[in-house]
């Protein structure tokens, strides 16, 4: 009799260290989430502002580009050599201004792309921990629903055998 309460004992420690195990693994995917997640945050404000960034140089280069547009239309009106040459001088700043602006533009939509895509594959391994955690979340429960059952017909054999 002491035997096979020693193996129950022996059985219930197994359990316990097993159920130990794990909520260290739960606890270890909470420590990464939450990691992940600060990371996630810095990211997405940093793509806010290069968002806003892009669209603020969008504008300018339209207004640039009416710029442009009215200057044409002026050249075309153009009647003295001098308002050619003004007109003609302010068209190549302007597309001078345009070209850098679309370089600018081009270098911080690429980064912006790379941290999207970043965010991306970080929301996706933030995914995978969550299904992970919610998986262990649920062999915790059946492993404590059949630890109650085990309890419970221990329980009921002792009371038997006590009224017996």
Known sequence: MTEQLQQTETAVQGFIKALEKTEKKIERYE??????RKELESMESKVLELSSKMRKIERKIHEKLGKIK????????????????TYDRDLRRLNKEVDKLDKEYAQIKEEYEKIVRKEEKLLEKEMRLEEEKARLYHERELLMKHAQQIMKRLENKINRIRTA
């Open 31 to 36: 420590a990464q989430l939450k990691d992940l």
């Open 70 to 85: 009215r200057t044409n239309k002026l050249l075309l009106k153009a009647k003295t050599e001098r308002q050619i040459e």
